[in-house]
């Protein structure tokens, strides 16, 4: 376009110029002389656009110095000859250009585009970020947008809203509150930018703002899917898939995902699947997950086992279709059969390359509490990134895997009961993390929260607050440990400074409603609880919180509804579906359905207390003693701070005539246990007023 416009300008130019230097007291002959000199530049520009088109590099130089010779007062040209010296990756010249073209015309947005486009240029290469060439190019950028916010700019072979490229950039840099900022800016002045849109949803989503980046995901994918079949990205329809699954619309992600795909069914020809995998992997993968999220694990193992068949063992789509289909195997409660596929899969691998299937297996020997297995294969995967003295390289990815891998050896130490190890640890991940990263301290408040360690909890979570003003866990933590403390005006205070005016309270509302019901503060937790599920009706976190309050109010009809919309929302969401289960268990009602939904739980989160507890409960309930005891004891181990997974061990120590173990189970229940009805229960085992 810019091309098209010097043409016509200058030739327009040729007329304007001579009365305009005839006005200022020039000579005719000289005025003459200088618009001559303009049109033999513009000659000497269109030569040079018809080499560079050509391709002959070193004859359009020629020409665009001899251009700029005739004509130094151009900025136009000395964009073109920039640009022309870009796309030769001569960034020095190309810069010397823009200089100059600056200095002729200090407003000229083109002039600020090249100037970004170069500084962009340097920014990436290869591996490599340059942080001082990123600040460099959004100053430009800021200019570009200030004077046109909904301004474009050339970025390789797309034209990006010089916003959206500002935003991205701000999260190369990890700042992602400014980040968020331009591309709101970006989204607001140009509507009708999709990618500016998906950008926006990509932040929202990693920022965990699942409901607005749903939003911005659909408004991205909608104006895409105005374009041609043939220029449709396809990631647009799988982040908007992603979104939605993240808030419970499970079987709409799922037809998304199928129509994106043109699948008609999951049971196609294994031709046609390996065409995918090779063709679209992503949007494959990303479906097949979703099947397993849904319970749907035969048809997710179906759908991948032709990449399995098929592929290379050392590809990307081999290793990608191992895990999910070893994801439905654990999930399935196939743990043996997991770790005979993964074992398989490993055999000839690189260490280093298959990472994510070592993770797997490390998980899969955890949830089946062979801890040192798990915690060698974890330590296995971790050697083949660090260094010898233990330290990781600089690049980005090697320290989210190593914090990763640090993170789950730490909370291997603890299923095992080897509290020590597990901070150990997460202070090992400090020194790897660096300074700047606030996931150690997050690991520790979270371990001393779950022994019980309130105090200490509250004192880390506040200086760690001080220390990352911007993380909002750190506050989380420190409203639930004073929660804990029974400190509910610091707790509220936290969580009510938190707060926004927009959609986005909804998770604080959330969050300040379960503080509440624990303190037993329950009309304040229903408040708050129904104020979450007014922002977003189909959020099922408010409502698990709102059936457990309705529970604690006897008021179990309507526990029991609140349950199964949040079913209807999202089936395969393993704290509903333990909830429900638990819940018809203690009603003595419809055991066999209730069995059913916590062994569902449990093969999704097969080492969570509270589902192993609620599994133990139903046996005992049912006579089946021995099989009960085994999952009540695991159920402490996994869950030390629970009062109600004590208080049943006890009834089952009981029930066996071991009379003193089941007094010490009621003595720790009882120093445990926050609500009434419990704690007078439990004071009535023990004969004690």
């Known amino acids: 376009m810019r091309k098209n416009v010097f043409t016509i300008v200058a030739v327009a130019l040729l007329f304007v110029a001579v009365n305009a230097q005839i006005g200022r007291g020039q000579e005719p002959r000289e005025a003459v002389q200088r618009v ?262 035969d048809d997710a193992t179906k759908l991948l086992d032709p990449i399995i068949k098929n592929a290379k063992k050392e590809s990307p789509s081999y290793l990608s279709a191992v895990r999910v289909v070893v994801d439905a195997q654990r999930r399935g409660g196939k743990r043996e059969e997991a770790v005979r596929t993964l074992t398989e899969a490993l055999k000839g691998q690189d260490v280093s390359e298959s990472l994510p299937i070592l993770f797997s297996l490390a998980e899969t020997y955890s949830e089946m509490e062979k801890f040192d297995k798990a915690i060698d ?113 610091s707790a509220e205070s936290t969580l009510n400074a938190m707060l926004k005016g927009g959609a986005e309270d909804a998770d604080t509302y959330w969050f300040l409603s379960v503080i509440q019901l624990e303190a037993n503060q329950l009309k304040q937790a229903e408040d708050n609880a129904r104020k979450a599920m007014s922002l977003d009706p189909r959020d099922i976190q408010p409502l698990i919180a709102l059936s457990s309050i309705q529970d604690r109010q006897k008021k179990y009809k309507e526990s029991e509804a609140t349950l199964r919309k949040a079913l209807e929302i999202d089936p395969e969401n393993a704290t509903v579906l333990n909830n429900l289960g638990y819940f018809l268990t203690e009603r003595g009602d419809r055991l066999s359905e209730a069995e059913e939904l916590i062994r569902r739980a449990l093969n999704i989160e097969p080492t969570n207390g509270s589902f192993l507890d609620s599994l133990g409960w139903i046996l005992f309930k049912q006579g089946k003693i021995p099989e009960a005891q085994k999952y009540l004891e695991q159920a402490v181990a996994y869950s030390q701070q629970s009062a109600t997974i004590r208080d049943h061990l006890g009834d089952l120590y009981k029930k066996q005539g071991q009379m003193d173990k089941a007094r010490t189970r009621w003595e720790e229940a009882l120093k445990l246990a926050t609500e009434p009805d419990e704690i007078k229960k439990i004071k009535d085992k023990l004969g004690k007023k």
């Open 36 to 297: 001559d000199n303009r049109a033999q530049a513009l000659k000497k520009f269109l030569e040079a656009q018809g080499f560079e088109k050509n391709g002959n590099f070193s004859a359009a130089v020629t020409a665009y110095k001899e251009a700029v010779t005739l004509d130094p007062a151009s900025s136009e040209l000395r964009v073109a000859f920039g640009s022309l010296y870009l796309k030769s990756r001569n960034v020095i010249e190309a810069e010397a250009q823009a200089r100059e073209g600056l200095k002729l015309a200090p407003e000229s947005t083109d002039v600020r585009k090249l100037l970004a486009r170069i500084y962009l240029a340097q920014t990436y290469v290869g591996t490599n970020f340059d942080k001082d060439k990123a600040r460099a190019a959004i100053k430009e950028l800021e200019e570009v947008a200030r004077k046109e916010p909904a301004a474009k700019i050339d970025v390789g072979n797309q034209d990006l809203p010089a916003l959206a490229v500002i935003g991205s950039l701000y999260l190369s840099l990890d700042e992602n509150d400014k980040a968020l900022e331009a591309l709101k800016r970006g989204s607001e002045a140009d509507t009708s930018s999709d990618r500016a849109q998906f950008m926006l949803a990509q932040i929202y989503y990693q920022k965990g703002k699942i409901r607005e980046a749903v939003d911005s995901a659909r408004k991205a994918y909608d104006l895409n899917q105005k374009l041609p079949e043939d220029q449709r990205i396809p990631q647009y329809a799988s982040l908007l898939a992603k979104s939605l699954l993240r808030i419970g619309r499970t079987q709409e992600a799922l037809d998304l995902y199928k129509k994106t795909l043109d699948l008609k069914d999951v049971k196609i020809k294994d031709d046609d699947i390996a065409k995918i995998g090779f063709t679209n992997p992503e949007m494959l993968f990303d479906y097949a997950d979703a099947l397993v999220e849904a319970g749907r694990y």
């Open 377 to 489: 294969t974890y330590e296995e995967a971790f050697a083949a990134i660090a260094n010898p003295d233990g330290t990781v390289s600089g690049r980005e990815q090697d320290k989210q895997n190593a914090g990763l891998m640090l993170q789950r050896i730490g909370f291997v130490y603890r299923l095992a009961g080897k509290r020590d190890k597990a901070m150990e640890t997460f202070e090992r991940m400090r020194k790897v993390l660096g300074p700047d990263s606030p996931r150690a301290d997050q690991l520790i408040i979270d371990t001393l929260l779950n022994e019980g360690r309130n105090k200490e909890a509250f004192e880390h979570a506040t200086a760690a607050a001080t220390r990352f003003p911007d993380e909002r866990s750190f506050k989380l933590y420190r409203a639930q440990a004073a929660g804990k403390l029974g400190d509910m005006s």
